[in-house]
């Protein structure tokens, strides 16, 4: 499966993003699906994921309550909706997904998020 991010950008503190990330290729409804980031001079950090149905997902604590990670398996996009963003949510934003590996075997190219204070 092939992934590409969108919907990144600039916004001021306290503002709304919503991330897309289009999936090619078959069964993109069989993958569980995740977002990553990566802030600058840091490593790349897990964000949330979500299951195969949707019916699942999964946050980092810091994120809970403010981001919301979801899909649409009929369009084969997956979404986050960022809130309340914060400088130091400031990062780029890497989709991923697996089938059967523990491990996130496809990943997007990522996509920048700016956020000012």
């Known amino acids: 499966v092939q992934l590409q991010a969108s919907g990144g950008g600039l916004v001021q503190a306290g503002g709304s993003l919503r991330l897309s990330c289009s999936a090619s290729g078959r069964a993109f409804s069989k993958y569980v699906m995740g977002w990553f980031r990566q802030a600058p001079g840091k490593e790349r950090e897990f964000v949330a994921s979500?299951?195969?149905?949707?019916?699942?997902?999964y946050y980092e604590d810091s994120v809970k309550g403010q981001f919301t990670i979801s899909r649409d398996n009929a369009k084969n996009t997956l979404y986050l909706q960022m809130n309340s963003l914060k400088p130091e949510d400031t990062a780029v934003y890497y989709c991923?997904?697996?089938?059967?590996?523990?491990?996130?075997?496809?990943w997007g190219q990522g996509t920048l998020v700016t956020v000012s204070s």
């Open positions: 991923a997904a697996k089938r059967y590996s523990a491990e996130y075997e496809y």
């Open positions: 979500i299951s195969w149905t949707g019916t699942s997902t």
